[in-house]
């Protein structure tokens, strides 16, 4: 876990699983366009 990961809100577990196959919140961001 990056320390960029910090950003990310409080979500549900399945939700944590999705943001990890992306390779974590900041990446997860990035693949939609967006900026954290």
Known sequence: MS??????PPIAP????????YGGWI???ASFGLKP
């Open 3 to 8: 320390s960029s990961d910090a950003l990310q």
């Open 14 to 21: 399945a939700e944590r699983n999705i943001v990890k196959s």
């Open 27 to 29: 990446m997860f961001l």
